[in-house]
């Protein structure tokens, strides 16, 4: 599907795909259920005035990789704060470099197991990732997506699985007041969270 464009509080309910009809009204539709992508809408408001009906069988027509790919973005927004003030300060110090999400579980077991999750996330500057993916990891090759000035490249691993996408903080995170409130973490930290 290519490199995903996350932001940290704006999650879109709908996806652009290939035209078909629309769920509700029957016109031509290019938006699907972000949740399933398995149903299509003309446009949101079609989409909420199915969303009684559609509820009852969305879940039916999730797929494994879909409900992995949500369950991978939860956790984003559950710890992205702390993804953003760590890149943040460490762009101030040393330069341009990746966050590695550190989820020590498999990707089946976080994706359904207990709510209570462990990350470890790290920093690492860009001349050291292939080293350090390769050291702490295992992974030979990262496809890292290209980001610019404003955004960070994050990579999520599990015990049998990566994942790196780009994210960037919403307009309304001011990241300038969270450097000067926030300390300055340690190029890693460890976080508990839950989903």
Known sequence: ????LIYYTNITLLTIMSTANCQL??????????RCQSVVYCNTVCQKHHWPTHKLVCNSFITDEVRQKTCIMRAFHKISGNIFILASHMRRSVGDGVVF?????????????EPMHFAHITFVANNDIENFATTHYNINKICLPSVDHGSIAIVFVFQDFHKAFKATPDKTL?????????????????????M
């Open 1 to 4: 599907m290519g490199d995903a």
């Open 25 to 34: 009204c029957g016109v031509v539709a290019t938006l699907k259920c972000q």
């Open 101 to 113: 999400v550190e989820i020590n579980e498999s990707l089946k077991t976080f994706t359904n197991s």
């Open 174 to 194: 001011n990241i300038e007041n969270m450097l000067n409130n926030y300390p300055v973490p340690p190029n890693g930290q460890s976080i508990l969270f839950t």
